[in-house]
T-cell receptor
Framework: DTEVTQTPKHLVMGMTNKKSLKCEQH?????MYWYKQKAKKPPELMFV???????INESVPSRFSPECPNSSLLNLHLHALQPEDSALYLC?????????????FGPGTRLLVL | QQQVKQSPQSLIVQKGGISIINCAYE??????FPWYQQFPGKGPALLIA?????SEKKEGRFTISFNKSAKQFSLHIMDSQPGDSATYFC?????????FGEGTQLTVNP
């Protein structure tokens, strides 16, 4: 099973709302990632968790707050977002091994900030 | 030095033809080169990947050619089908980071 699941599929929120995106994988992967993807652009890395610890934060604004409760789950908490944060948010996971490190992506959450 | 340059930006091919997408990189620390296929509204799906100690890898209609000295790699799609119409991203890995090319929008006409 090489599936990464994400919920919700779509999310519309106002700039004062607080919402959370959820990602889950049951492949035993120990690295999990959040990416942001704008239309017709490649995914941009936001955060990397390795063995449930935050290992990379690509200078993402604090209105995005990641959380890794356990090795299978990854959350992204959203607060006071801006319209320019509207995008497809992708979660990915990988085995976190040295060789042939393949990242498997989920279907994404389409976020619209009004 | 972290860039991966991908071309062409868009490609139109007739059914049954060969689609070729090229990527070039500078960073010699890259050690793994996957290609992803993405349909509208979906997440990228791993298509095929290669390590730099291999010059070619073939899986079905998809082939990666890798030229380590030139720091270039390419994806060839043989017998292209309308169902192959999607955006293709090359990528290169260094540590935990994947650096993506800008993407190629492939259209295969029936």
């Amino acid at each position: 099973d090489t599936e990464v699941t994400q919920t919700p599929k779509h999310l519309v929120m106002g700039m004062t709302n607080k919402k959370s995106l959820k990602c889950e994988q049951h492949m035993g992967h120990r690295a999990m990632y959040w990416y942001k993807q704008k239309a017709k652009k490649p995914p941009e890395l936001m955060f990397v968790y390795s063995y449930e610890k935050l290992s990379i934060n690509e200078s993402v604004p604090s209105r995005f707050s990641p959380e890794c409760p356990n090795s299978s789950l990854l959350n992204l908490h959203l607060h006071a977002l801006q319209p320019e944060d509207s995008a497809l948010y992708l979660c990915a996971s990988s085995p976190n091994k040295e060789v042939q490190e393949t990242q498997y992506f989920g279907p994404g959450t389409r976020l619209l900030v009004l | 030095q972290q860039q991966v340059k991908q071309s062409p930006q868009s490609l139109i091919v007739q059914k049954g033809g060969i689609s070729i997408i090229n990527c070039a990189y500078e960073n010699t620390a890259f050690d793994y080169f996957p290609w992803y296929q993405q349909f509208p509204g979906k997440g990228p799906a791993l298509l095929i990947a290669i390590r730099p100690d291999v010059s070619e890898k073939k899986e079905g209609r998809f082939t990666i050619s890798f030229n380590k000295s030139a720091k270039q790699f390419s994806l060839h799609i043989m017998d292209s089908q309308p169902g192959d119409s999607a955006t293709y991203f090359c990528a290169a890995r260094s540590g935990s980071r994947l650096t993506f090319g800008e993407g190629t929008q492939l259209t295969v006409n029936p």
